[in-house]
């Protein structure tokens, strides 16, 4: 027992001594700047009215209580993330049952699949920029043709439609993201699970409910939790598509951060909202690795 015992911790002290490199470098990338963040956003610091930043406690928390523009694009942000995940996820699920399947050509289908994923958000937001264009657009031109509409919507100007616009790109571009890591899990089930189960009688639907559900809860988890990380911290697709626009309509936190920093020089209070962004994702992770363990406590075992 005692040489057991004595493995067992040579075996840690040589995997911690692996792991401190890159726990060095994790400390580097992102300790350092949220620590900085943290403590910048207790001063006053605003490069268009003062130099020296000034101690203010938390002022600029406790400032984002009244600031409307604030509730305004959490608002926004909350509702972007929920509607663009929940269809990313029930579109994802749908393509990986295909692409799950044997068929001819599945290799290369697969491929072509990802490509979305694959490409610079930069570049599919221009895309979708022209796309929605309210002259010259393919989408208007083929809604007339379908005589759907009577004339052009503005899909961009418009504050009901704009945000419509902006999840229709994301949700085109990062469909396939989820629906890879969902496929992966569909890959670890046994197929002898589905053919002992209709040989019982059971229905297609039935064995998704019974069985697929079931033992990709794990996976289904974690695609919406990477997806809920980057549709929250969403930027560059509305950046380029509207630039928060019209009138606030789809601005984001992460916008609004961006235009406290870097146009009106308020690096204090950029700061807060910096760290309250973070504060609402580590809680998120935090839930779902609780979720996530509790599941795979749960799931009933693939063997």
Same mark, same amino acid.
């Given at each position: 027992?005692?040489?057991?015992?004595?493995?067992?911790?040579?075996?840690?002290?040589?995997?911690?001594?692996?792991?401190?490199?890159?726990?060095?470098?994790?400390?580097?990338?992102?300790?350092?700047?949220? +620590?900085? !963040?943290?403590? /910048?956003? $207790?001063?006053?610091?605003?490069? @268009?009215?003062? &130099?020296?930043?000034?101690? =203010?406690? %938390?002022?600029?928390?406790?400032?984002?209580?009244?600031?409307?523009?604030?509730?305004?694009?959490?608002?926004?942000?909350?509702?972007?993330?929920?509607?663009?995940?929940?269809?990313?996820?029930?579109? +994802?699920? !749908?393509?990986? /049952?295909? $692409?799950?399947?044997?068929?001819? @050509?599945?290799? &290369?289908?697969?491929?072509? =699949?990802? %490509?979305?994923?694959?490409?610079?958000?930069?570049?599919?937001?221009?895309?979708?920029?022209?796309?929605?264009?309210?002259?010259?657009?393919?989408?208007?031109?083929?809604?007339?043709?379908?005589?759907?509409?009577?004339?052009?919507?503005?899909? $961009?100007?418009?504050?009901?439609?704009?945000?419509?616009?902006?999840?229709?790109?994301?949700?085109?571009?990062?469909?396939?993201?989820?629906?890879?890591?969902?496929?992966?899990?569909?890959?670890?089930?046994?197929?002898?699970?589905?053919?002992?189960?209709?040989?019982?009688?059971?229905?297609?639907?039935?064995?998704?409910?019974?069985?697929? $559900?079931?033992?990709?809860?794990?996976?289904?988890?974690?695609?919406?939790?990477?997806?809920?990380?980057?549709?929250?911290?969403?930027?560059?697709?509305?950046?380029?598509?509207?630039?928060?626009?019209?009138?606030?309509?789809?601005?984001?936190?992460?916008?609004?951060?961006?235009?406290?920093?870097m146009r009106y020089l308020d690096f204090g209070y950029g700061a807060a909202l910096v760290m309250v962004t973070f504060l609402v994702l580590a809680i998120a992770v935090a839930l779902a690795q609780l979720l996530l363990a509790k599941m795979r406590s749960q799931a009933p075992s693939a063997e």
């Amino acid at each position: 027992m005692l040489k057991l015992n004595t493995l067992q911790s040579r075996e840690q002290r040589t995997g911690w001594l692996l792991i401190a490199p890159a726990l060095c470098l994790m400390l580097v990338v992102f300790a350092y700047p949220i +620590g900085r !963040a943290l403590w /910048l956003s $207790l001063f006053t610091k605003n490069l @268009g009215t003062n &130099l020296q930043p000034v101690f =203010a406690g %938390l002022s600029n928390y406790g400032r984002m209580t009244g600031d409307g523009r604030f509730w305004q694009c959490l608002g926004n942000t909350t509702l972007f993330t929920s509607i663009a995940v929940t269809l990313e996820l029930i579109l +994802g699920m !749908a393509v990986a /049952l295909v $692409l799950n399947q044997g068929f001819r @050509g599945r290799g &290369l289908t697969r491929t072509i =699949a990802i %490509l979305p994923w694959a490409l610079p958000t930069s570049l599919i937001a221009l895309a979708w920029t022209w796309i929605f264009n309210d002259q010259y657009g393919v989408l208007n031109d083929l809604l007339l043709r379908l005589h759907l509409v009577e004339s052009p919507l503005n899909w $961009l100007g418009d504050p009901n439609l704009a945000m419509i616009a902006i999840i229709a790109a994301d949700v085109w571009k990062t469909t396939s993201f989820v629906a890879i890591l969902l496929l992966a899990g569909l890959q670890s089930i046994p197929a002898d699970l589905y053919e002992a189960h209709a040989m019982d009688g059971a229905t297609s639907w039935q064995s998704f409910r019974q069985i697929t $559900l079931p033992l990709l809860l794990p996976q289904i988890l974690i695609a919406i939790l990477f997806r809920f990380a980057q549709s929250f911290g969403v930027f560059d697709l509305i950046k380029v598509m509207t630039e928060g626009g019209p009138a606030g309509a789809t601005e984001t936190v992460s916008l609004y951060i961006y235009a406290t920093i870097m146009r009106y020089l308020d690096f204090g209070y950029g700061a807060a909202l910096v760290m309250v962004t973070f504060l609402v994702l580590a809680i998120a992770v935090a839930l779902a690795q609780l979720l996530l363990a509790k599941m795979r406590s749960q799931a009933p075992s693939a063997e």
